[in-house]
């Protein structure tokens, strides 16, 4: 392996074929497809699948394409090093920044920056908050702009104001500490009150709790002035019983629960009956540890992983939109960590699902009658109106019920569950939720049967 044959690599995969990476290059095809397959040969692995007009990327392929990537880089870096050195400047900075934290006044900082230091030049790494925090702890970058804290092994996190104390304290800023902080305040103000939008589905979520009557604490990381633009340029202010920011809780960032818990404070509610709605990983994990329930927003800017998030929530979610009251509720009611008595009954559930060609009437009746508790998902509804069967609980988007049937359902079962139409989950999975819910809530083992469904009758 070589560093050009890591460059037409990389070409390959980013141009997306062989031809259009010979094109960039400035080369004919059989001399790229020879250096490529003699990579592949030389380490007997696949690294494209080609097509007739595009290269498919193979799993080996992707772990190469990210090493050559960084090889690459820093064998740029070191002969820009090199060269600045024999032109008599020091050396390069090299800078990681999120593609979501070019903005504007960043790279005039960056301008300005360089007429007063001619010396120093910029290497930029584009790249998520992950990627720049492990390029960090190896030393590979000497400094990252990201938006998420975390405080990791040899990375500590810092407040807006301790940043601004560190790089006048330190890196010979001369600019006066309390000015530094009120103009990069400034700069977060301006584009709260312009750029930032709101999330999908999170007015109509707050409207709905609102509504309720359910009392409302922003519990942030972000100064409190600077979270007054931000709720004022969307008109959000009025939804919030009060707002407590890490500052108010002595500098503790999220990786300590002190926010959390004074929000529950304030809120005058018990840990256990409160819920917490957070898209920070590390929030995630802080705020279950502590005793809260939580709903985990998965928001996949930064490289997020959602293994990082799914197995802290109690509720898994891609945006405010998939959220409702009846689910937060239906949630709610589940015992924390009771497992059922060993000599308890199996609560006997059936779950009608909404198949376009449904079990028989009088099959479904025969699974009614043997059943302790009937959830009716969506058009499910239909088939149990059908069959004469009152449904203990009805849930769905109400997407493919009969207007009739889904009204009849929800005005005669015990306990209705309605889910937005923007979900990731199926109607099915969501009423096999709420068996497992109603059988932790009566604290027995759970027997399963599932009819209606596209593969037909199945037990559990």
Known sequence: MNLIQLQYFAAVVEEGSISAAARRLHLSQPPLSIQIRNL?????????????????????????????VRI?????????????????????????????????????????????????SFRIFDRNTYELQQDIEKQRIDL????????????????????????????????????????????????????????????????????????MVIATSTPLREVRVALEAHDLSHFFKDIVTTEQVGGRDKVFPDVYLEAARRLGTPVGETWVFEDAPFGVRTSKRAGFNVVGLMNDH??????????????????????????????AAVPAAQDAPSDAEPLRVLVVD??????????????????????????????????????????????????????????????????PSEKYATDLSLAIDCARHEAARQRRPLR?????????????
Do not use: N
């Open 354 to 419: 909404g198949s376009p060609a449904p079990s028989s009437p009088a099959l479904v009746a025969r699974l009614a009658d043997r059943a302790d508790y009937v959830v009716a998902a969506d058009k499910g509804a239909e088939t149990c109106r059908a069959a004469g069967v009152v449904p203990d609980a009805y849930c769905g988007d109400r997407d493919s019920v009969s207007a009739a049937d889904g009204a009849w359902a929800s005005s005669e079962a015990g306990r209705s569950i309605s889910f």
């Open 302 to 331: 930064d490289g997020r992983d959602e293994r990082d998030v799914q197995p802290w929530c109690d509720i898994y979610v891609h945006s405010f939109a998939e959220l409702s009251l009846s689910l937060i509720e239906d949630y």
């Open 72 to 120: 690459l880089e820093m064998t740029h870096a070191a002969e820009d090093d090199l060269e600045s050195l024999k032109a008599g400047q020091q050396t390069s900075l090299r800078l990681g920044i999120i593609s979501s934290g070019e903005c504007p006044e960043l790279l005039q900082g960056l301008a300005d920056f360089r007429r007063q230091y001619p010396d120093i």
């Open 144 to 215: 990252a702009v990201i938006r998420t804290p975390f405080q990791t092994g040899s990375i500590e996190s810092v407040t807006l104001r301790d940043g601004c104390q560190i790089m006048h304290d330190e890196l010979g800023i001369e600019t006066p500490v309390s000015d530094l902080y009120e103009e990069v305040c400034a700069i977060v103000r301006h584009h709260y009150a312009t750029d930032i939008l709101i999330m999908p589905g999170a007015r109509e979520f707050l409207e709905e709790l609102s509504e309720a009557g359910i009392p």
């Open 448 to 460: 399963l049967t599932v009819t209606c469904a596209r593969t037909g009758r199945g037990l559990v």
């Open 40 to 68: 592949e040969d030389e380490y007997g692995v696949k690294l494209l699948e080609r097509g007739a007009r595009r290269s498919r990327v193979t799993p080996a392929g992707e772990v190469l394409y990210e090493y050559a």
